[in-house]
């Protein structure tokens, strides 16, 4: 009996754990590039997108983070193929950035990160006007069925580019079903009151 309750508790959180695992490979970007594509502007003055480090918003230490000089004339793009499962609840978080370097102007549009799904515009910030503005982009996802799909990453401003924008600590996890972890969890909990049954 004790064999089974600990088969149960570790099949248990093997569950969760997997069930929590993030789809995005390199979200913190500390592999570099890699598994990222960068979608570059097809016109005559690329601000090609980096990557940088920063201190986001509640962080006590810096991250790394994809940094992008964006203007009207200079969109870019952050892609990555992304496996998921239909009927399935994908959530996304990412810490953003947008900081101005230039003096004097302090009015200066931040930019918009949007995101969007196999071509399904899921979420997007404006991170305003200012000096520098820190937030996080949010946004979940169902998707229909299951195969791989194309997660991108937009960032534009409406004017020329000026102020650089940050992303980074990037994930995109599905969300447990509440349905299977119940089940577990009666399950280990009736294997609990028989043991202590048998025991007395």
Same mark, same amino acid.
């Given at each position: 009996?004790?064999?089974?309750?600990?088969?149960?508790?570790?099949?248990?959180?093997?569950?969760?754990?997997?069930?929590?695992?993030?789809?995005?490979?390199?979200?913190?970007?500390?592999?570099?590039?890699?598994?990222?594509?960068? /979608?570059?502007?097809? %016109? @005559?003055? =690329? +601000?090609?997108?980096?990557?940088?480090?920063?201190?986001? &918003? #509640?962080?006590?230490?810096?991250?790394?983070?994809?940094? /992008?000089?964006?203007? %009207? @004339?200079? =969109? +870019?793009?952050?892609?990555?193929?992304?496996?998921?499962? &239909? #009927?399935?609840?994908?959530?996304?978080?990412?810490?953003?950035?947008?900081?101005?370097?230039?003096?004097?102007?302090?009015?200066?549009?931040?930019?918009?990160?949007?995101?969007?799904?196999?071509?399904?515009?899921?979420?997007?910030?404006?991170?305003?006007?200012?000096?520098?503005?820190?937030?996080?982009?949010?946004?979940?996802?169902?998707?229909?069925?299951?195969?791989?799909?194309?997660?991108?990453?937009?960032?534009?401003?409406?004017?020329?580019?000026?102020?650089?924008?940050?992303?980074?600590?990037?994930?995109?996890?599905?969300?447990?079903?509440?349905?299977?972890?119940?089940?577990?969890?009666?399950?280990?909990?009736?294997?609990?009151l028989i043991y202590r049954k048998l025991?007395?």
């Open positions: 009996m004790k064999k089974m309750l600990i088969t149960g508790f570790l099949v248990f959180t093997s569950l969760n754990f997997i069930q929590a695992q993030s789809v995005i490979i390199n979200g913190d970007f500390s592999d570099g590039l890699n598994n990222w594509t960068v /979608v570059q502007p097809t %016109n @005559n003055n =690329p +601000q090609n997108g980096i990557l940088a480090q920063i201190q986001f &918003a #509640g962080e006590l230490n810096v991250s790394e983070a994809f940094s /992008v000089h964006v203007g %009207n @004339n200079s =969109p +870019q793009s952050l892609e990555q193929l992304v496996s998921l499962s &239909a #009927g399935i609840q994908y959530d996304f978080y990412a810490d953003v950035a947008g900081v101005n370097y230039a003096n004097g102007e302090a009015n200066e549009d931040l930019g918009t990160i949007s995101l969007s799904i196999g071509g399904n515009s899921v979420a997007s910030i404006s991170l305003g006007e200012g000096i520098s503005q820190y937030g996080s982009l949010t946004g979940a996802y169902i998707p229909s069925q299951s195969g791989d799909e194309l997660l991108e990453l937009d960032f534009t401003r409406s004017y020329l580019p000026s102020p650089i924008d940050y992303i980074g600590n990037i994930s995109f996890e599905p969300v447990p079903e509440p349905s299977v972890c119940s089940l577990i969890e009666v399950g280990l909990f009736g294997f609990g025991k007395s």
